[in-house]
T-cell receptor
């Protein structure tokens, strides 16, 4: 069935280091994934997305990698900054209609100065 | 331009009372979604609107939950006879026309049922 899950609930990194947040999915037919960032007290904010015809997509300081063989994707944040502290969710659209999003549990990223 | 707005930002109610939560989507967005986020949990889909119609209500947890959208814009989520397990943050999102269009989220309404 459709499900998206995360490996670790929390991640603590030193400012300036790179962060890697992982996500696994179960449906081999899944073909589109989105990463959202949610800061405390705010709604989720779109970061980056990737389609299954790609293995890698880069944004500003962020890179998403997709490994369809093992049904795994990751979000890499380069030179992590205190402003990156947030909960990160991977999500995929439900495939019935409308595009409702199915979210994973989330990984809380904490950046130490 | 303005993003998605929700009101109230916080709502405290007593068990058994009815509550109404409001969402103002981004102007021109035909698709509107409601999600629920319980403490420390991911987001759970509740209902999807395309215009004023709700083709997907599959996430509404019980018949105490209902939602409407008028004028293809503002949406109201109503919870009747609230229970303590309804305590959560209720998030609204809108997108240009649904499907794979990017969803933009509001700040949410934190509901606490005493």
């Amino acid at each position: 069935g459709e499900s998206v899950g995360l490996h670790l609930p929390t991640l603590s990194v030193q400012e300036g280091d790179n962060s890697i947040i992982n996500c696994a999915y179960s449906n081999s037919a899944s073909d589109y994934f989105i990463w959202y960032k949610q800061e405390s007290g705010k709604g989720p904010q779109f970061i980056i997305d990737i389609r299954s015809n790609m293995d890698k997509r880069q944004g500003q300081r962020v890179t998403v990698l997709l490994n369809k063989t093992v049904k795994h994707l990751s979000l890499q944040i380069a030179a992590t900054q205190p402003g990156d502290s947030a909960v990160y969710f991977c999500a995929e659209p439900g495939y019935n209609q409308g595009g409702k999003l199915i979210f994973g549990q989330g990984t809380e990223l904490s950046v130490k100065p | 331009g303005a993003g998605v707005s929700q009101s109230p930002s916080n709502k405290v109610t007593e068990k058994g009372k009815d509550v109404e939560l409001r969402c103002d989507p981004i102007s021109g967005h035909t698709a509107l979604y409601w999600y629920r986020q319980s403490l420390g949990q991911g987001l759970e889909f509740l209902i999807y609107f395309q215009g004023n119609s709700a083709p997907d209500k599959s996430g509404l947890p019980s018949d105490r939950f209902s939602a409407e959208r008028t004028g293809g814009s503002v949406s109201t989520l109503t919870i009747q006879r609230t229970q303590q397990e309804d305590s959560a943050v209720y998030l609204c999102a809108s997108s240009i026309s649904g499907g794979l269009d990017t969803q933009y989220f509001g700040p949410g309404t934190r509901l606490t049922v005493l």
